[in-house]
């Protein structure tokens, strides 16, 4: 039953993954060529003796890109950086914004572009290609079943090879390649050896995967919310004091009026309170709510405290320190840095990079057998039979009942993966009916 379902899924989720592993490829090799495509904006020409004030930095935005709201800024975290400030604007496609980058030391305008949340616009292409290949909600299917299917792909296949290891007395060599084989035994060996070496990190990356996909990423949040491991948030309202027309009405704070006033102090105040960049800061939604100052150090160690900022008083209002975050709310956030490459550096691309090769070079294997599995004789064209039926019929029924119903249970978790398998199973049942005829 394994065996049919590891060749079943092999065979018709196969692109799917081998889709994904090639744009993840992509995706683990290119921030260093993003960094240097964008070093103009990213760094100043010459290092300053002080930075200006954001507000005259914001002034110097604002002259030259009045369009939309900002979003938010993110100061300099190393002395050769550039002030970011995000504007939320409508002339960018969805959850896209525009970035202005701006010389703290002189307040020039280095620059504005697209980006993504954090990533530059190469960086950005990379990542939706990976997520939905540039085809928008529908594309996000193929990444979905893909991080739906890696891990019962993976699973079944590591069972498998400790079955065939074992059955040959080679268990032993479960990690390594029978080189003195030829045709589709050596084929299988390598298929299994490399599958045992990227097991872990290919089931870390369908956990991590399915978090946010489209349908499965609905029930991971539903499931967080019942159990109480989203992470926190700040509250930034305020305790109005006084008269409410005075509030956040001193002048000076963005060239221009009311919300960002006050940058500077809530700058100042995020300091004082032992917070380190990189941070990123998000202006008041309205008056009677303060700045919103969070690290967003996503490198081991991670920092991601947070505070809110009263812009008359610089007082602290609410605090939320990353230590103090539900354990399953920081693995999730840990995994997932991990996933895109970004926790451990450059250590953690090269993880990524050699992981996604052995996922490609597995697949490739595994289609390699399908075909070398092909009947030889006679003149039509044929590929490689699946593995004998009939696992069902010579079960437990008690076995089967809890097979079928933990298979019901994970495809209502996951609807992508219920629904292609109960793909394979119908398909499976036609076959067998289709030659039972012709048999009889």
């Not at 947070?306 to 975050?325: K, M």
Request: charged residues 20%; positive net charge.
């Amino acid at each position: 039953m394994l065996l049919r379902l590891h060749f079943y899924a092999g065979v018709f989720i196969g692109p799917f993954i081998l889709l994904a592993a090639v744009t993840g490829l992509l995706y683990a090799a290119i921030p260093q060529i993003d960094n240097a495509v964008y070093r103009h904006e990213l760094k100043v020409d010459r290092v300053g003796e002080q930075r200006l004030p954001l507000a005259e930095q914001l002034r110097s935005v604002r002259a030259e890109h009045p369009e939309g709201t900002v979003e938010s800024i993110r100061p300099p975290s190393a002395a050769d950086e550039t002030t970011h400030v995000t504007l939320a604007v409508d002339d960018v496609p969805p959850d896209y914004a525009r970035t202005v980058f701006v010389d703290p030391y002189t307040a020039e305008v280095r620059g504005a572009l697209t980006t993504y949340g954090q990533w530059m616009p190469l960086r950005a292409w990379f990542d939706e290609l990976h997520r939905n290949l540039h085809l928008g909600a529908v594309g996000r299917n193929y990444s979905e079943l893909a991080a739906s299917w890696l891990w019962v792909i993976s699973l079944a296949g590591l069972v498998l090879w400790y079955l065939h290891r074992r059955d040959t007395k080679k268990l032993r060599r479960l990690a390594a390649p029978d080189r003195d084989k030829k045709g589709r035994r050596r084929t299988l060996s390598w298929h299994g050896a490399i599958g045992v070496w990227i097991v872990v990190a290919l089931l870390g990356l369908s956990v991590t995967g399915v978090t946010w996909s489209r349908y499965g990423g609905e029930s991971v949040n539903l499931l967080q919310e019942k159990l109480n491991t989203t992470a926190p948030s700040v509250d930034t309202s305020l305790i109005e004091s006084g008269d409410p027309s005075e509030r956040h009405h001193h002048g000076g704070g963005d060239g221009g009026g009311g919300v960002l006033y006050g940058a500077d102090t809530a700058l100042r105040t995020a300091g004082a309170a032992g917070l380190t960049g990189p941070m990123r800061m998000y202006p008041p939604a309205e008056h009677g709510h303060g700045w919103q100052i969070a690290e967003e150090k996503r490198v081991w160690p991670t920092r991601y405290d947070a505070i809110s900022v009263d812009p008359d008083s610089g007082a602290v209002t609410d605090r939320v320190n990353f230590a103090d975050w539900p354990f399953l709310a920081k693995l999730t956030n840990w995994a997932i840095d991990a996933h895109m490459g970004v926790l451990f550096g450059l250590p953690n691309q090269i993880l990524l990079i050699i992981t996604a090769i052995g996922l490609i070079a597995t697949v490739v294997r595994g289609y390699q057998m399908w075909w070398q599995r092909r009947p030889t004789r006679g003149s039509a064209w044929a590929v490689g039979r699946p593995p004998l039926r009939g696992a069902m019929r010579n079960t437990n029924p008690a076995a089967v009942l809890g097979v079928g119903a933990a298979a019901v249970a994970v495809g209502c978790f996951l609807p992508l993966l219920g629904i292609s398998l109960a793909a394979f199973v119908a398909t499976d049942l036609v076959i067998g009916a289709v030659k039972r005829s012709r048999a009889a």
